[in-house]
């Protein structure tokens, strides 16, 4: 069997449901691939540690691999999970906020390291200017400065953090949410990296390794509450709101994965405008992006060959 490591953006849950089924169920030894999933968590960075040589596989937010590209790394995308961004901007509807142009004079939170970005471009498109007409805040990874009054409007993604006050018990009408794919600022999120020289080596493997996952993603579409069950999160046993909470996340996970192109065209389907868009937001914000060729970072033939089942 060939040996495959893939390391995940975060720990085991929901969000990567698909792969970790895919293992449970064998669809990876169905594809004569031993896999070891790497969970991911602080000070863990998928880039780091594909470039490294320490996976061979990254699930990775496209935003967060574009400033190794621009410094020389060859890294492709091989096939893109979520179709849609994550990516919230979450509001109480009672500090005067119904609108994007009332973010005026409001404190965003924001996650640094890349994650922020989409939200800069939200407010830049209100035609405002982030260090003199808003007030950006570090966020933490949880929602307790937007319900604490800290701050006015809180990032969130749709699979995660958005449940949160809802799971606390507030109800979803009190919340005023702006979604960054229907703004326009969207950038593509959990792709699927490898280097160069691990692609042309390997590629045989890797329409393997999509195959199988592929499936597996299907599977935990179609089936969430069992997937959940199936992976066996130890952090969720006994724990029964632990165990919505991730059932929820993989969920609206899934929604974005079959989302537009995934339903379309497949799962893992990359749509070359979209990431385009990605590049055009990280280049306009992050110094150390710049003067990328799209063609040069992605690839469809691995997509292909796995739905065709070559």
Do not use: C
């Amino acid at each position: 069997m060939d040996r495959v490591t893939l390391q995940l953006k975060w720990v085991d849950q929901g969000q990567f449901m698909g792969f970790l089924v895919a293992d449970k169920l064998g669809y990876y030894e169905d594809e004569d691939i031993d896999i070891e999933i790497l969970p991911g968590g602080v000070g863990i960075n998928p880039v780091d540690v594909l470039i490294a040589g320490h996976t061979d596989i990254a699930v990775a937010w496209t935003g967060n691999v574009l400033p190794a590209i621009s410094l020389g790394e060859d890294l492709v995308n091989i096939g893109q999970g979520m179709q849609r961004s994550a990516i919230r901007l979450m509001a109480f509807k009672n500090r005067g906020i119904s609108t994007p142009a009332d973010i005026t004079g409001k404190s965003i939170g924001t996650w640094p390291g890349g994650n922020e970005l989409e939200p800069y471009a939200f407010i830049e498109k209100q035609g405002l200017d982030r260090d003199r007409d808003v007030t950006l805040v570090n966020q933490n990874f949880d929602m307790n400065q937007l319900l604490n009054g800290e701050i006015d409007i809180a990032s969130a993604t749709i699979y995660n953090e958005y449940w949160l006050p809802i799971e606390a018990g507030y109800s979803e009408d009190e919340f005023i949410v702006f979604d960054m794919e229907e703004e326009g600022v969207a950038m593509l999120q959990d792709a699927l990296f490898v280097t160069r020289q691990y692609l042309e080596e390997n590629e045989d493997l890797l329409v393997r390794f999509l195959r199988a996952s592929i499936r597996g993603w299907e599977y935990a579409i179609e089936n969430p509450e069992e997937a959940i069950d199936i992976i066996e999160l130890d952090f969720i046993q006994g724990d029964e709101v632990a165990r919505n909470h991730q059932i929820r996340m993989g969920i609206e996970s899934g929604k974005l994965y079959k989302a537009d192109d995934g339903e379309r065209e497949g799962l893992f389907y990359i749509n070359k405008d979209k990431l385009q868009q990605t590049v055009d937001i990280a280049t306009k914000y992050i110094n150390e992006v710049n003067n990328i060729d799209i063609e040069k970072i992605y690839t469809l033939s691995i997509w292909e060959k796995a739905i065709k089942n070559e």
